[in-house]
């Protein structure tokens, strides 16, 4: 696998020697746009982590719209400094709220299993 990785981006390097570079960004970028799309095709993408069991729908949504707002500010922070916040706040109430659903639906679930092993 390594191996094919290596062979693939010497291949690319060959046609990007041909051309002069234009400038020193462009140059980087194109050597930086070779190295990264062999490596997604070869590799592949790194698995993402496993969800947790007491998140809600409704969560990950709120944090999603965290992700693409915080990518957005990069462009002007000093717009969405007190956004953040509150998105920050929301997303941290919210599974604030579900976990604690999370475990007292787990404690009457136990509970009920309980008083079934003591009254059978």
């Known amino acids: 696998m390594r191996g094919s990785s290596f062979q693939v981006i010497e291949k690319k ?7 002069p570079p234009e400038t020193v960004g462009e140059h980087w970028s194109k050597v930086k746009d070779i190295i990264v799309d062999t490596s997604l095709k070869v590799l592949g993408r ?10 809600s ?9 965290r992700r693409r707002f915080k990518s957005l500010r990069k462009g002007n922070p000093e717009m969405a400094k007190h956004h953040n916040y ?7 109430r919210s599974a604030k709220k579900d976990k604690e659903a ?18 059978g």
Do not use: D
């Open 86 to 92: 509150l998105l920050c706040m929301a997303v941290k």
């Open 57 to 65: 729908s409704n969560t990950f949504q709120m944090m999603e719209e």
């Open 13 to 19: 390097w060959e046609q990007l020697k041909g051309k």
């Open 102 to 119: 999370y475990i007292s639906q787990c404690v009457a679930k136990s509970e009920m299993q309980g008083n079934k092993i003591r009254c």
């Open 46 to 55: 790194k698995p993402g982590r496993q969800r947790e069991k007491w998140l």
